[in-house]
Every structure is written in C-alpha cells, then in structure tokens.
C-alpha cells in the first residue's frame, strides 16, 4: 500500500475522537486551546495544500497533546486535509518509518503532497530545541511547521 492509500483510509479528527477511550480529557482540553496566531495560519495557507497523516494511540500523552493541535490547523487552512491511523493496526506502515533504535514511536507525522509523496515525516516526542527534534525532510517550510505547533 503506498501513502496516499494509507491517507485515504485514515479517520478525520472526530471519527478518531469517537473511539478514544483513555485521555479523552486531555484531547478536549488541548482541542479547545488556542492554536496558532494569524501570522502562522498565513505561513500554513501559503504551504497548502498538503496531506497530514497521523499514526497514535490513545493512551500516548505525546499523541494526545499534538493531535488536536493538526486538527484545528485542518480545520483553519483550506487545502490542508488531515488524517489519523491508529498505530496497533497499521503495523507494516510503522515498520517503514522506525525511529532511533529501530523502535516504533508515536505520534508519527507523514506530510504528503497531493500525489502522496512523502515531503517530510516527523515521529516520537517533539523537543524544544531543533538539534534534537527527528524531522525527517527536504522541505524546510514543513520544518518551520512542526516548530509552529510545538
């Protein structure tokens, strides 16, 4: 299967909220936060369009503290369409994107062009410095992006 079709099946932001069952609390709290100031949603409309692919779980604090902050950006840019997988059932997909260590780690990010070709990936706990953050891309304005949502 290759990223588009994994895009194409992955939930919308409500569809995945319905089926949370751990941390519901901490996904609504961080949903409702304010997310980005209009100089960062011009910088995201300017970028678009562009697929976002979630994989989590919800029981992570990591997945339940970013997720909803790439829902309302969705939400807030045209052209910027956003997808979650649930990481237990897409097992193959997370073997194509192992962190140090050859380990699995969530969240994981894929930023897909319209084609589905991958432009950059991002997976485990962001950091606050970008030496240590693992962003995987050519496309230095996605690099900007993750900084944005942080």
Request: hydrophobic share 40%.
């Amino acid at each position: 299967m290759n990223l588009q079709d994994y895009f194409d099946k992955g939930l919308h932001y409500e569809e995945f909220r319905k089926k949370v069952e751990v941390n519901l609390d901490v996904l609504d709290e961080v949903y409702g936060q304010p997310n980005l100031m209009p100089s960062d949603l011009q910088f995201f409309k300017d970028l678009a369009p562009l697929n976002i692919l979630a994989v989590g779980e919800d029981w992570c604090p990591d997945v339940v503290h970013t997720l909803p902050r790439w829902a309302r950006l969705a939400e807030q840019v045209e052209g910027i369409s956003f997808r979650i997988l649930i990481k237990k059932e897409v097992p193959d997909l997370m073997q194509q994107f192992l962190g140090p260590g050859n380990k699995e780690r969530i969240p994981l990010y894929l930023f897909l062009d319209q084609q589905g070709n991958r432009i950059a990936s991002w997976s485990g706990r962001a950091r606050v410095d970008r030496k240590s953050t693992r962003l995987n891309s050519s496309h230095d304005q996605i690099s900007y992006a993750v900084f944005c949502l942080k």
